[in-house]
């Protein structure tokens, strides 16, 4: 196994695909890290005017305990994580398009043991990419805001975390979807127009349509953003004082958060459906005919 992981890190760090992927997930989260300070920072200077003293002692808070920055942290991570799902998909379906499959499947001691080497390197560089976007947001909320619309140590290591797993199983899902449709151009396609237009469109219909909220927790999209989006949001609830529950909904829904269970189920809700991805790809490629 030793032998087969060094090579798929060397065909992971011999292309260009690793850092062609990197440079934009680094910029989308300092650009969103950069926005969710600013966010905050605005938040802040508005509701500390003279205007809006009667609805800060209302709601018995002062507008730096309204930190609306962690709302802009979560959706940044959830945009980002876009970039290792796509890595992630081209994994299988880049092998299968060049042929290089065949090497791969032929030199190792069985297709079993070329697939869990895939999913362990895969598993390492969703890891990185992770690292890379909490990294890249926090510098640009550091940036832009003030220490006191920040996330304390607490808070910064949970986001950290749920961020690094958030990567990884988009990473692994991304693996799983390639090895299924094997095909380089169609399953980028096919996954951003599903994470990026089509469940966003379906939970629109399921909320004009009176569905329970929670049904949109289940749905990959809703459960992947749920695990970093609730994180966000009960981080800024501990310091909000008195939000109304209908100001709680809206707060989730800013966060990617809306119909999503608490972090840790929404994490394992998602874990189902890369479970359920992989191993369907799995199944195809310990079976497919190579040529």
């Known amino acids: 196994m030793g032998s087969l992981v060094q090579a798929e890190l060397r065909k992971t760090?011999?292309?260009?695909?690793?850092w062609a992927l990197l440079i934009p997930t680094v910029l989308i989260a300092l650009g969103g890290g950069l926005l969710s300070g600013l966010f905050?920072?605005?938040?802040?200077?508005?509701?500390?005017?003279?205007?809006?003293?009667q609805l800060s002692d209302a709601l018995g808070v002062t507008p730096d305990q309204w930190k609306f920055a962690l709302l802009g942290i979560g959706r940044t991570i959830n945009l980002a994580t876009l970039f290792p799902l796509v890595f992630g998909a081209l994994a299988i379906a880049n092998e299968v398009g060049t042929r290089t499959i065949t090497t791969t499947f032929l030199t190792a001691p069985s297709r079993v043991h070329a697939m869990s080497a895939k999913l362990l390197v895969y598993a390492l560089w969703g890891a990185i990419y992770g690292l890379a976007i909490i990294g890249s947001t926090a510098l640009g909320v550091?940036?832009?805001?003030?220490t006191g619309q920040?996330?304390?140590?607490?808070?910064?290591?949970?986001l950290a975390l749920v961020c690094v797993l958030a990567s990884i199983l988009m990473t692994m899902f991304g693996v799983g979807v390639g090895a299924l449709v094997s095909n380089s151009a169609g399953v980028v396609v096919l996954l951003i127009m599903y994470f990026l237009v089509v469940e966003n469109v379906l939970q629109f219909g399921l909320r004009l349509s009176g569905t329970p909220e929670t049904v949109i927790g289940f749905l990959p999209n809703g459960s992947v953003d749920g695990l970093t989006g609730?994180?966000?949001?009960d981080l800024f609830l501990a310091k909000a004082g008195v939000v109304p529950e209908e100001g709680v909904y809206w707060l989730r829904v800013i966060a990617g958060?809306?119909?999503?269970?608490?972090?840790w189920l929404s994490g394992l809700i998602f874990l189902a459906w890369?479970?359920?991805?992989?191993?369907?790809?799995?199944?195809r490629m310990t079976s497919k005919d190579i040529t």
């Open 274 to 283: 890369v479970v359920a991805a992989f191993g369907g790809g799995w199944a």
């Open 40 to 53: 905050g920072q605005s938040f802040v200077e508005v509701f500390s005017s003279s205007e809006a003293e």
């Open 13 to 18: 760090t011999t292309t260009s695909l690793w």
């Open 150 to 158: 920040m996330p304390d140590a607490g808070g910064w290591a949970m």
């Open 230 to 233: 609730t994180v966000a949001v």
């Open 257 to 263: 958060a809306g119909g999503a269970q608490a972090w």
């Open 142 to 146: 550091v940036v832009t805001s003030k």
